[in-house]
């Protein structure tokens, strides 16, 4: 009976759960309560306690990395050594040297296109194949090379290998072909190469100067194996670009921009001289990285390396008395300084110079196609930086040189940086050299986004610098169209979106024409392609302007030098500028365009020089002999232009 009541109950339980009664229930709960006990606390006791389940693995490994790499941590050093070397390079001359001293100089070496002579006076019998091309079967061989190769970075590294083989080939190709090949020896490639430089190091290419060898920088610059140049491109790597502090990674910048002036100026390969100053860098990832050539460690306080640039100048003029030193990509603050500091030494600063001079160039020729009179014009800068505040000064001198008393030029200005219209009661601490375009007549009102500036300012103008992709927003762009349909009927927007690379670019050209109508006058710092756009049954094609600086800084660089000029005066500066908004020709001019194609860089270049030399002539900074000008003076442009054009490196003849 028990055990069939026993069954019962359980039936009973299973079968119809609602028809047991409550003292079942409770001592069903009661053991279902104690196996869920004992069944946790076996759990607890078959799984091991692990004290380190809580803890960061991973963070303390890459902490621990971080401090294998850190090979200075721990010193204070107050003192510097002075490099001692012992003895002098010695250097094949291009007369004595053969076989592989040749083949290894790019500078000598020509590759297939050697004569049989002088195979055998040099020794290159069977160290090159038995068949001699010219250069244009060369050229023909390595652009098929970069079209196949897949990535710019891969086309990049190709065109490098060439330049450190065969100098005069490399030269040739980026000349014949300059609009496809600029772009992969300089922006927009440039950046991605600089981003990267570490890993793709295969050679030196210029000279890599540490803080550390502060007291050296002299014999460092004697190393040099190409005697006596004439330029020299330097960055400390603070401000690449867009892309922010790459530290010793920067000196791409360097190299490329050098290429630039051979290319597109002429200036010989051998009298070029990149450098990079290397003080550190505030960059995590590259303090992070095992491959990093720099050293690893924080940029020291503004005040040590202002004494480090000290030094370089006076190791500069010590060692290359002659020499024109273009500083490039400096950050905001030293990049002001420098140019300040450093006026009265044989100087430039391209990005705020040279960036300024191109813009004006630029929008000389945009204010003439605009239908807007010159008291109607008003402009806003969206970036208040070295470069936005550079660009400005320079437009202004536009109006300074027009009758325009200087407050009255510089009131038709209104920058924005990040924190909106750039105002003297704004609450912050503004830097120094944004105070002179400091807004006061904003009556205590703070403007805090493009768009309210826009509609405040209502600009005929909108120029932007700020390295952020997409800022210039449909918005935007139809606020300014409107502003200026505002002032009357055939006027047309004057719209510069010039940051690099293409990624940090304000807009594009196709947003630029289809949120204007077509009716924007654009020009970019990176290149974009034609437009053709369909509106009533018409086409149009519209051609986009790139304010590149390539235009200016080669002419500029080389006018200063074979002018001889003892410094570089603002009016050499305007002056370039000036010719190269005159440099256009009629097909260029029927296009709408406001600079030459890109194809005429180097014909813009010798106009752009010879006005420079003008320029430093009148400014009384040119130490060519006297009776040289007065030959000049007497038989004008056209002996200057020929004699010019004798002095320049190109390849092609």
């Not at 299973?14 to 229930?25: E, M, Y």
């Not at 790459?246 to 290429?259: C, E, F, H, R």
């Not at 191109?358 to 208040?384: C, H, K, T």
């Not at 449909?474 to 006027?491: F, I, N, P, Q, T």
Request: hydrophobic letters at 35%; a neutral charge.
């Amino acid at each position: 009976m028990a055990s069939y009541s026993t069954f019962s109950s359980a039936s009973s339980d299973l079968s119809t759960p609602r028809s047991s009664s409550p003292t079942s229930t409770t001592s069903r709960s009661s053991a279902t309560t104690v196996s869920k006990r004992m069944s946790l606390s076996s759990r607890r006791i078959s799984a091991p306690f692990n004290p380190m389940a809580s803890v960061d693995i991973d963070a303390i490994e890459a902490a621990m990395k971080a401090t294998a790499l850190d090979g200075l941590r721990g010193y204070s050093q107050d003192h510097y050594g002075t490099v001692r070397q012992y003895r002098e390079t010695d250097y094949v001359s291009k007369n004595n040297a053969g076989g592989y001293q040749v083949l290894r100089e790019p500078a000598w070496n020509k590759g297939t296109s050697f004569s049989p002579d002088e195979r055998v006076s040099k020794n290159l019998s069977g160290l090159i194949p038995h068949v001699m091309e010219n250069m244009e079967t060369q050229c023909a061989r390595a652009m098929k090379m970069i079209n196949t190769r897949s990535t710019n970075i891969d086309k990049y590294l190709y065109l490098s290998s060439l330049k450190a083989s065969n100098t005069d080939l490399f030269y040739r190709l980026l000349i014949d072909h300059v609009a496809q090949l600029m772009p992969l020896v300089y922006t927009p490639t440039i950046g991605d190469v600089c981003l990267q430089y570490s890993t793709l190091y295969t050679r030196p290419e210029a000279l890599y100067i540490s803080i550390k060898q502060r007291k050296s920088i002299a014999t460092i610059l004697r190393n040099w194996p190409y005697p006596n140049p004439s330029i020299c491109v330097v960055t400390d790597g603070s401000r690449i670009l867009g892309l922010g502090d790459l530290g010793v990674n920067g000196v791409g910048i360097s190299i490329g921009k050098l290429a630039l002036y051979t290319g597109a100026a002429g200036i010989h390969p051998e009298n070029t001289l990149p450098i990079v100053l290397d003080c550190g860098t505030a960059n995590e990832d590259n303090l992070r990285d095992p491959l990093y050539l720099g050293l690893r460690a924080k940029r020291p306080s503004i005040e040590v390396q202002r004494e480090f640039m000290d030094e370089f100048m006076t190791a500069v003029k010590e060692v290359y008395p002659d020499m024109l030193v273009q500083f490039e990509d400096f950050e905001t603050e030293k990049a002001f300084e420098y140019l300040e500091r450093y006026k009265k030494e044989k100087c430039f600063n391209d990005d705020i110079q040279g960036t300024g001079a191109v813009v004006l160039a630029g929008y000389i020729g945009a204010v003439n196609l605009s239908g807007v009179p010159m008291e109607d014009q008003r402009l806003v800068f969206m970036g208040a930086g070295s470069a936005g505040v550079g660009v400005a000064k320079q437009v202004m001198e536009y109006y300074t040189r027009r009758g325009l008393s200087e407050k009255e030029a510089r009131d038709k200005f209104y920058l924005v940086d990040t924190k909106g219209l750039v105002t003297k009661d704004r609450g912050d601490r503004l830097a120094e050299h944004k105070k002179i375009f400091a807004r006061s007549d904003n009556n205590g009102h703070q403007f805090r986004t493009l768009e309210e500036v826009i509609e405040y300012v209502k600009p005929t103008a909108l120029i932007g610098l700020t390295a952020t992709f997409g800022v210039f927003t449909e918005g935007v762009v139809r606020s300014l169209k409107a502003s200026v349909d505002y002032g009357g009927l055939g006027r047309r927007p004057i719209l510069f979106p010039l940051s690099n690379p293409l990624t940090k670019a304000e807009c594009t050209f196709e947003q630029a024409i289809t949120w204007t109508e077509g009716t924007a006058i654009f020009a970019s710092g990176s290149p974009f392609s034609a437009f053709t756009m369909k509106s009533h049954d018409m086409v149009t094609t519209y051609y986009p302007n790139q304010g590149n600086n390539v235009y200016v800084f080669p002419g500029l660089g080389l006018g200063a030098i074979l002018a001889k000029a003892s410094r570089v005066t603002d009016l050499m500066v305007y002056t370039a500028a000036e010719a190269l908004s005159r440099s256009l020709n009629a097909e260029e001019i029927r296009m709408g365009l406001i600079y030459p194609k890109i194809e005429r860089v180097r014909d813009a270049s010798v106009i752009v020089a010879r006005e420079v030399m003008k320029a430093a002539r009148r400014d009384g900074v040119s130490t060519l002999p006297e009776e040289t000008w007065i030959e000049w003076e007497e038989w004008g442009d056209v002996a200057l232009t020929a004699w010019i054009k004798k002095q320049v490196y190109d390849p092609r003849f």
